[in-house]
Nanobody, 118 residues
């Protein structure tokens, strides 16, 4: 049973930074891609970024240059470093991972709230 648990959300002022963590368990962590999604109030869930098992990352245009995804395979952790936060980044952030190769998420965490204030 794959389990994902996010942490690190909270309230931050615009322009500030926050780092989210996602702890994975239930299978070989290093073999799978990991991703971050977010859902703002009244909006659909959207892709934020992902990191492949190789360490290659990809980001949505809206966060490119501000957010950084990394992973620690020894600790089964994936991180989302968020810099230069703005009001539009307010959302519930979810960690996700696929059941197999590629990246079509099958497993999701419970989410962590990030609120950016002016």
């Amino acid at each position: 049973q794959v389990q994902l648990v996010e942490s690190g959300g909270g309230l931050v002022q615009a322009g500030g930074s926050l780092r989210l963590s996602c702890a994975a368990s239930g299978r070989s962590f290093r073999s799978y891609a990991m991703g971050w999604f977010r859902q703002a109030p009244g909006k659909e869930r959207e892709f934020v970024g992902a990191i492949r098992s190789s360490g290659v990352t990809t980001y949505a245009d809206s966060v490119k240059g501000r957010f950084i995804i990394s992973r620690d395979n020894a600790k089964n952790l994936v991180y989302l470093q968020m810099n230069g936060l703005n009001l539009e980044d307010t959302a519930v952030y979810y960690c996700a991972t696929p059941a197999g190769p590629g990246f079509s998420p099958n497993y999701w965490g419970q989410g962590t709230q990030v609120t950016v204030s002016s």
